[in-house]
């Protein structure tokens, strides 16, 4: 069955830690990407990569980097974390070779900032 | 300017029942139209797609048409069921290779199917 790992379900971290959310997919896709949701603000993008290497912003990419040196793992950093980084964090990866691609996501990391 | 809208935050349909959930867009240049599912502390789900060049597409209970005149799209859940209680992304594709294959999500509409 073809996934998307997330490293974590639920983190605890402190205000102005560095934090790292890790993404791995074993699809051989080329795409992913970082979402956040938040009630009444659905999924809203981060950062997302279309090659190793390749990262672009999405709508949202303040106080987050991202890093993707291998084609499987995509990493999500939070430089210095802050309360309203509070969110569920969702990583997918996408092939985009026909027009009806559907993303695949993984289950999410639900990460507190205190 | 949020090309894809879902326009109610919300729906409660009694057991049995259809569930009709609305997505409007405004790019014309979209390929695909694409509806995900999502329970709590769950990823979403990839559920149903419809291309732009037709108007209906049915898997079982489901089934999506699109409205191309009017930029409007519905995913119809015929019976309700209480386990299709979920968020529901609407969400559109743009043609490949364009845009880095990025798409392009609704805010979501919560399904409730009360038993």
């Known amino acids: 069955d073809v996934k998307v790992t997330q490293s974590s379900r639920y983190l605890v971290k402190r205000t102005g830690e560095k934090v790292f959310l890790e993404c791995v997919q074993d699809?051989?896709?080329?795409?992913m990407f970082w979402y956040r949701q938040d009630p009444g603000l659905g999924l809203r993008l981060i950062y997302f990569s279309y090659d190793v290497k390749m990262k672009e912003k999405g709508d949202i990419p303040e106080g987050y980097s991202v890093s993707r040196e291998k084609k499987e793992r995509f990493s999500l950093i939070l430089e210095s974390a802050s309360t309203n980084q509070t969110s569920m964090y969702l990583c997918?990866?996408?092939?985009?070779?026909?027009?009806?691609?559907?993303?695949?996501f993984g289950s999410g990391t639900r990460l507190t900032v205190v | 300017d949020q090309q894809v809208k879902q326009n109610s935050p919300s729906l409660s349909v009694q057991e049995g029942r259809i569930s009709i959930l609305n997505c409007d867009y405004t790019?014309?240049?979209?390929?695909?139209f694409l509806w995900y599912k999502k329970y709590p502390a769950e990823g979403p789900t990839f559920l149903i797609s419809?291309?732009?060049?037709?108007d209906k597409n049915e898997d079982g209970r489901f089934t999506v048409f699109l409205n191309k005149s009017a930029k409007h799209l519905s995913l119809h859940i015929v019976p309700s069921q209480p386990g299709d209680s979920a968020v529901y992304f609407c969400a559109a594709n743009p043609r490949p290779y364009t845009n880095a294959g990025k798409s392009t999500f609704g805010d979501g509409t919560t399904l409730t199917v009360k038993p």
């Open positions: 997918a990866s996408a092939s985009p070779g026909q027009g009806n691609y559907g993303y695949t």
């Open positions: 790019n014309s240049m979209f390929d695909y």
């Open positions: 419809i291309s732009s060049i037709k």
């Open positions: 699809m051989d896709h080329e795409n």
